[in-house]
């Protein structure tokens, strides 16, 4: 091939990535759209809806009474499944929470987007959140769910 046909392929090639990329700001906006549609099917106990914002193969570390990662759908669902029963504690109607991000700070690197903020739902605790999420052809899918509390500063 000559090194001009060379040339115009690759020109070629890299303008029809950069047409076909997602902005940033379209991709942090879709990121925003997932984190709070988990949220709010997380507040309301929506388990399918719940179940649909992670990917198969995700990981969860749990706060408080789990203290073993979860591996897998079988295993966090399994975990999750415990926890919406502790929090529905025999109610019927939602919402059963509001969640409410605090700080939230994301962090998109292509098709990796990561999410972490803080929530006082737990007094006398600052209650920590990261979220990694994927890139999926379904839309963004959490991939890695990490929660731990630490004991708060008095003021």
């Not at 099917?41 to 969860?60: G, H, I, K, P, Y």
Request: glycine share 4%; with cysteine.
């Amino acid at each position: 091939m000559k090194p001009r046909s060379v040339l115009i392929l690759i020109l070629v090639s890299a303008i029809s990535i950069v047409c076909h990329a997602v902005p940033a700001d379209s991709a942090e906006a879709e990121v925003r759209n997932t984190l709070s549609d988990f949220i709010q099917a997380f507040d309301n106990l929506e388990w399918d809806r719940f179940c649909a914002a992670f990917s198969d193969d995700a990981t969860v570390f749990y706060p408080r009474e789990f203290p073993s990662r979860a591996n897998g759908g079988q295993e966090y669902e399994r975990t999750f499944q415990k926890v919406f029963d502790r929090i529905r504690a025999g109610r019927t109607q939602g919402p059963y929470m509001d969640i409410q991000p605090r700080d939230l700070r994301l962090q998109l690197a292509g098709n990796i987007a990561i999410a972490t903020f803080h929530l006082d739902d737990r007094p006398g605790f600052l209650n920590r959140r990261t979220i990694v999420l994927q890139k999926q052809p379904s839309g963004w899918k959490i991939i890695h769910l990490h929660a731990s509390e630490v004991a708060a500063q008095a003021k």
